[in-house]
């Protein structure tokens, strides 16, 4: 019984690479979802990380999320991701108003030697579980995106990797002198992902 | 909306120095956590807040030991809105505003803002000065946002030029003339807005697109435009109505005290129409002719909900024709508790020197809250009555 247990508790790098890319499409998905880049009745709600969790059923945002978790899925099998990062933009003037940002450390031993590490789903369910509570809470301090936008993101890999053929090289699309919040973070003990949105504190008495 | 959904990559190139997210992760560096225990008790700002800020407010207003400074810095900033010499007395006023929208996250009645707002429109109206300020239009909207039945604000601002250059100005008035369904009156003040060239006209633009693309999604409605733009009645008003004819209605129906003010009372508001047509030329006319002093907020509307509750079988409610005994005035009688920590600083600020002059008195909660509740039901009624549009 008892070693049953342990047995369970075991994450592989693979195992780990599909929770990390999962929870990337969920958070995007969160992301577009409370920020409102795209219409509130394109979202159906999901049971997810015991939470109620809002997936697009735009055909366009979905495949480009689709495609983006399996890219992404590739990268961290390969412990080469470093960061990734969900950009808003004015769709008027492409000027950035929002980042967020997921920074991923790898435990490179398990991607140089195979070995495996220990940690139960459930921990990592409930990690994961405070981050997204925090996104959809994130209106207390974040300014009203009151224009039409965009999102593009952003992934920050080894320089040895090839860019794939439906991505391009960008700039960073930093946004000058933000407000950054750093939120919760979770660790699947072989990918950390720490997470921090910065965002333009807009100065309303400017002239 | 979007549809730029390009993947893009960015290798990790020469970047020599770290940029400042990576370094605020990379510092440590902790962002309290009471935004998120507390999100219930804070007020979205179109701005956004600085989350150090708001978790400091939000322990603050937690503790009454701590809330004190609160309190006390604000009058501080009151005091320098008195005592501000430069050469941009709107200046004192946002920073007073912004540090109260930040201080006081609820942003409910004892933070005093509508009552700050209120005074800070109030003493710049006239100036030719600042009736292009973007600034000074902003204290505006957000006053607006704040009361009961905005169209009164609107109208002011319409009838005095007050904005009229910025995009914004329109894109509100608009916004709320769509919220209370008149399609027909929100589409004039975007064409107003487009025919004054308003800046950023293309923001303007893009908002009126919008907009016609909703009032077409919209199912077919019956559109009560501009001839309707007196505040809109419901629910009492459909029973007062047929007892209108006979007699007056019980007070507890009245909620609409204005239609029949509108009619016996026509001849004083008929001062206010003439100036208009001097105004802009085109189709668009600042809608004037409805009253200005009976506004008939929310709060007049709904008086059942302020009824104090009691036995029904024992109590018989009085019949009188035609009085308006509101349940509002009765609920004033209900003493409010006052916690001790309160009525400590009551007595403070009594010893306190209260500057005569001084625009916002150190008024307790109590007064903020009376004061407050009393602009947003009628949000120019300390406006003398010959500012109102002539």
């Known amino acids: 019984m008892a070693a049953r247990t342990v047995a369970k508790d075991i994450i592989t790098l693979r195992g780990s690479a599909a929770i990390v890319s999962e929870f990337f499409g969920y958070a995007a998905n969160s992301i577009l979802y409370n920020r409102g880049v795209y219409p509130e009745e394109s979202f159906v709600k999901v049971k997810k990380y015991g939470l109620p969790m809002l997936l697009t059923e735009d055909e366009g945002v979905k495949s480009f999320i689709a495609n983006l978790t399996a890219q992404l899925s590739e990268w961290l099998e390969a412990g080469k991701l470093q960061r990734v990062v969900l950009v808003i933009m004015s769709k008027a003037t492409g000027e950035v108003l929002e980042r967020w940002n997921f920074s991923i450390e ?23 579980q405070a981050i997204m509570r925090q996104i959809a809470s994130s209106i207390t301090y974040l300014p009203c995106l009151d224009e039409p936008c965009v999102f593009d993101v952003l992934a920050y890999t080894d320089k040895d990797v090839a860019v794939p053929f439906t991505w391009t090289e960008s700039d960073p699309k930093l946004i000058a002198n933000p407000q950054m919040v750093k939120l919760h973070s979770f660790d699947t003990k072989i990918h950390k992902v720490d997470t921090l949105v910065s965002y333009k504190n807009d100065e309303w008495d400017e002239p | 909306m979007s549809d730029s959904c390009v993947g893009l990559k960015m290798a990790e190139g020469e970047v020599e120095k770290m940029d400042p997210e990576t370094e605020f992760l990379a510092s440590k560096r902790r962002s309290g956590n009471e935004w998120e225990m507390f999100k219930e008790n804070v007020r979205p700002l179109k701005r956004g807040r600085n989350v150090n800020l708001l978790n400091h407010a939000l322990n603050s207003h937690t503790h009454n030991t701590l809330r004190k400074p609160l309190l006390q810095h604000r009058s501080k900033l009151i005091q320098a809105i008195h005592h501000y010499q430069g050469h941009d007395p709107l200046l004192p006023w946002l920073q007073c505003i912004k540090w109260v929208q930040e201080a006081f996250p609820p942003g409910g009645d004892s933070s005093g803002l509508v009552v700050i707002y209120e005074q800070c429109v109030r003493a710049f109206w006239h100036s030719e000065r ?60 975007f064409d107003l807005g487009i025919s004054r060239n308003a800046e950023p006209v293309e923001k303007l633009k893009a908002a009126y697109r919008q907009f016609l693309a909703r009032s077409m999604a919209r199912p077919k409605a019956v559109d009560d435009s501009v001839e309707k733009l007196a505040p809109t009645r419901s629910f009492g008003t459909v029973l007062a109505k ?108 009594a010893e306190g020197v209260k500057s005569s002059s001084l625009k916002i008195r150190q008024e307790d909660d109590k007064d903020l809250k009376r004061e407050t509740e009393l602009l947003r039901k009628n949000p120019l009624r300390n406006f003398p009555q010959n500012s109102l549009p002539r």
Not at chain 2, 130 to 158: G, M, P, Q, S, T
């Open chain 1, 106 to 128: 790898t435990d490179s031993e398990v991607v140089d030697k195979g070995v495996s590490r220990e940690k139960s789903d459930k921990e990592i369910m409930r990690e994961i």
């Open chain 2, 242 to 349: 047929g007892e209108n004819r006979d007699r007056a209605p019980l007070s507890t129906l009245n909620c609409d005290p204005s239609v029949k003010n509108d009619r016996t009372r026509a001849a004083p508001f008929s001062i206010y129409k003439d100036s208009v047509a001097t105004g802009d030329a085109g189709t668009h006319q600042p809608d004037l002719s409805h009253s200005w002093l009976t506004l008939g907020a929310r709060a007049d509307r709904n008086k059942e909900n302020n009824a104090i509750p009691g036995k029904w079988k024992s109590y018989k409610i009085p019949q009188r024709p035609g009085t308006r005994t509101g349940g509002a005035t009765a609920s004033a009688v209900i003493p409010v508790f006052v916690d001790e920590e309160c009525q400590d600083l009551q007595s403070l600020k």
């Open chain 2, 130 to 189: 600042y009736k292009d300020d973007l600034r000074y239009l902003k204290v505006w909207l957000e006053y607006a946002d704040n009361c009961f039945d905005a169209d009164v604000i609107y109208a002011f601002l319409d009838a005095n030029g007050i904005g009229k250059t910025h995009s914004d100005f329109y894109i509100s008035y608009a916004l709320h003339l769509e919220s209370k369904n008149k399609f027909k009156a929100a589409n004039q003040i």
